[in-house]
């Protein structure tokens, strides 16, 4: 399963030096897949550290954290000899040994011409960090084009990567897409989808169903394990309540999050505050923060914690634990379930780096998206999951905030390739909003 990280480890490879590479994010998202089976195909020998399957590997950082010292441990729990030159370590799920977290900082500053990569799924918790010492990427559930990788279908992706606006290339995409609502993108469910394709339909999407239910059943047990001083009943109250506060939008966009009624005798911000921020520190749950008024850069300055959105991390889990099925997303009525749209749409910003996102609102209009472009302009992003694209809310904005360019994403095929202004673009297309963005007029 190819993913869009790969060729930032493999650049890292062919560095001279090298801090030692870490991803994160949240569990089965891939990540010791892409270091073992892809990053590991470039080596002849790779040696894997997994301390949650095997907690005694811990006794190689016991005593001294001198990279040789390290090694020669190594070589005594495993059996395999090991080239600190040459052969790759992968310390996977570092989190749950502190001593091999800290001993990063040694591989950095006395061994930068080791290879050594590290994984973690809850690296925002832990209390210490080597800030400095790490190459840090994080590592999300497959995004669209990932997902139209998976699928192996060379026409479509060639299509796709070369932006095509075509009807048979739209008509194609939009099927994806609708798909990729229902599968997310979680590389198991992915998999599982493609790899019956050739079954029937029902027995298809109840294989997928069944992956996303293992899954979500797999995040609630971990609240309870990793939660630490945090209520795992809250988390997983603020967890649940994420899907069902989104649901309750239909044609409108995604409202603030309301604490009241979410749990017992909590009704305020900071009665909440711990579990967001466990579950956002943990890449479960993502955060918008709307900001009113003629929005400046830096968007941060604007926001205000104890406002937010909350979406969750995979769109494919949410409609699962909506109960929402394969066949209501593919029908036509399914267009004006926006909050859907708007959740992929976000998933797609933070695959790119723009996580926490913004938002606007004032009075009755409201942008579901707000991002500046890379001299300080702010420029608006309106989510239309359907075919109607009619947008009042733009037009408030364009009145009260005269943006040098607005872009409208929709399920139609858009505006032409030669409109620099006001852009309408595909849904399945905000893979390129950087570039949109980066365009000169």
Not at 234 to 248: G, H, T
Not at 329 to 352: D, F, H, P, R, T
Not at 390 to 410: E, F, G, M, N, V
């Amino acid at each position: 399963m190819r993913r869009a990280l790969l060729a930032k480890v493999i650049d890292w490879k062919k560095k001279k030096n090298r801090k030692p590479f870490l991803i994160d994010g949240a569990r089965q998202t891939g990540k010791t897949y892409l270091l073992q089976e892809l990053l590991g195909s470039e080596f002849e020998r790779v040696v894997r550290l997994d301390f949650l399957e095997r907690p005694e590997l811990a006794e190689a950082f016991a005593g001294s954290l001198n990279p040789d010292d390290i090694i020669t441990n190594v070589e005594l729990l495993t059996e395999e000899p090991f080239d600190l030159s040459r052969d790759l370590l992968i310390l996977d799920e570092i989190g749950e040994c502190p001593r091999a977290v800290t001993s990063l900082k040694y591989f950095a500053e006395k061994a930068p011409q080791a290879f050594v990569a590290a994984s973690g799924s809850n690296m925002g918790l832990l209390t210490s960090f080597p800030v400095g010492k790490v190459e840090q990427h994080n590592l999300r559930p497959l995004s669209f084009k990932e997902f139209l990788w998976a699928s192996e279908e060379k026409a479509l992706i060639k299509a796709y990567e070369q932006q095509s606006r075509s009807p048979a290339a739209h008509s194609k995409l939009l099927e994806k897409l609708t798909d990729y609502y229902f599968v997310g993108g979680m590389p198991e469910a992915v998999s599982t989808w493609f790899e019956n394709a050739d079954t029937n339909a029902v027995e298809r999407v109840q294989s997928v169903s069944s992956v996303h239910e293992n899954l979500i059943q797999g995040y609630v047990r971990d609240f309870g394990k990793y939660s630490g001083k945090v209520d795992a009943q809250l988390i997983e109250s603020v967890f649940r309540s994420i899907p069902a506060q989104l649901s309750a939008v239909r044609d409108e966009s995604v409202k603030r999050f309301k604490f009241k009624g979410v749990y017992q005798r909590k009704s305020r911000y900071a009665d909440f505050e711990s579990a967001i921020t466990w579950l956002h520190k943990c890449r479960l749950a993502l955060k918008n923060h709307p900001v009113d008024g003629s929005p400046r850069t830096p968007l941060a300055a604007y926001q205000k914690e104890n406002t937010v959105k909350l979406f969750l991390f995979d769109v494919g889990l949410l409609n699962q634990m909506l109960g929402t099925s394969y066949l209501e997303i593919k029908q036509q009525s399914y267009e004006y379930k926006g909050y859907i749209a708007e959740n992929y749409v976000q998933q797609e910003l933070a695959a790119q780096g723009i996580e926490p996102s913004f938002s606007w609102g004032d009075a009755r209009a409201e942008i579901e998206f707000i991002v500046s472009d890379s001299i300080g302009r702010v420029i608006p992003i309106e989510v239309k999951s359907g075919v109607r694209t009619r947008a009042k809310s733009l037009q408030s904005y364009i009145t009260k905030c005269q943006p040098h360019r607005t872009i409208k994403l929709t399920a139609t095929q858009a505006s032409p390739i030669t409109e620099k202004v006001n852009l309408v673009v595909p849904l399945y297309f905000t893979e390129y909003l950087q570039q949109y963005l980066a365009e000169d007029i």
